[in-house]
DNA sequence: CCGGATCCGTAACGATACTG
DNA sequence: CAGTATCGTTACGGATCCGG
């Protein structure tokens, strides 16, 4: 049987024939993120079953979103053009998050998408910088600059502070329910460097 | 049983929670122009079934994204913050337009999102005045000042030049297969008004 | 006629077992 | 490890039916 698609001449409809089944965007953030394993996705995509998530490797790489390398799968750069999509719905569920409704997955792995989506250039207008994010055994680089982000997921740029600290934390920090102080004296939260940095750069995604 | 969910605490996830499911951003579409009855609904989305209709419809009420006026569906403001990632996700599919194959939808009153997302800021800068488009029945205006884009469905403001056309020539100026002067010579377009502006106009949306 | 609801066949998905 | 194969369940698509 043909392919369910939506037949219509609009770019909406032809994106989400291509990307609008159930798993594939997540695939694709995954992959935003640097190449993967077939087994780091699986992990990171609880429930997906690995049928499906070879039928979807192998749809994109037919789109020509996908391509596999040397036992692993990264995205082309016409793939790439993706991101602003995928960070634009990130930016609408952010608010959905708070919900932390029972047992729900996450990933370390998720902060360099996770730091871009909620950067609000408006409040880091003067932000520079470059701030290293270690989670669990992620580390992400952010640098500010002119009122952007740029991040990078390896030790790309000198890190005028280190933060370390464990996903429990990140993520009470993130959804404001803990204060940063309060993390650092009871020792599950460790800052080297320009603290008035660090500080700012949580302003600057929100974190009040 | 329990819906379907990604159960991940990723803001992408739970966009997709709430809008992921087949057909469910195409009601958006259709409702960031403007409210709609449910037939209308129903003409611009062939193939979706009646039932289905009505569950994505109640879905997105419950989910706080829409709202039954008297007679009519339009988004609450929450939905209406989908219209970046709508905008995204069509500026990802517009280069697949070209592939038109065999019978295919299409809808003038999809015109006001298409202009959005087509317009490329870059090339407009110095651009200023407003259009109006009239395609079938459909008319929308655009007003360009300083680099941006402004769209509205009805008669807002004093058009600096209105272009009247159907359906297949629009389509046909869209993907550069025709050009104006031919279709206006041919007498399947009108330009009464400014005419280098709407000459500036197509090449602001990327018309060669 | 509009706005659905009901029913049913088909395609997509989810879980697990199995294989090179 | 990286997938296929299989199979039960859910979602979707199309048609028909029904109340205001």
């Known amino acids: 049987m043909a392919k369910r698609e939506y037949r219509q001449h609009c770019a909406l409809a032809r994106a ?22 077939y087994k780091e996705l699986l992990a990171n995509l609880p429930g997906i079953g690995t049928n499906l998530l070879a039928t979807r490797l192998s749809d994109l790489e037919r789109a020509g979103l996908v391509e596999r390398g040397d036992r692993s799968y990264s995205l082309t750069p016409r793939g790439s053009e993706l991101e602003a999509a995928v960070l634009a719905l990130a930016r609408f569920g952010a608010p959905l998050l708070a919900e ?13 998408i996770a730091l871009k989506y909620a950067f609000r250039p408006e409040r880091a207008r003067r932000l520079r910088g470059t701030v290293e994010y270690r989670v669990d055994d992620s580390r992400v680089q952010a640098r500010f600059r002119d009122g952007e982000i740029e ?5 790309s740029w000198r890190p005028d502070v280190v933060v370390t600290t464990d ?11 803990l204060d940063p102080r309060d993390a650092e004296a009871e020792g599950s939260l460790e800052i080297a460097g320009d603290r008035a940095l660090f500080r700012r750069s949580l302003r600057a995604f929100g974190v009040s």
């Open 16 to 37: 989400l024939d291509l990307v609008g089944e159930r798993w594939t965007l997540l695939v694709v953030r995954e992959l935003l993120t640097g190449s993967k394993r």
């Open 151 to 155: 991040t990078a997921a390896e030790s």
């Open 100 to 112: 932390a409704d029972g047992e729900v997955y996450w990933s370390a792995s998720w902060n360099p």
């Open 167 to 177: 996903g429990e934390t990140f993520l009470a920090l993130s959804a404001g329910e």
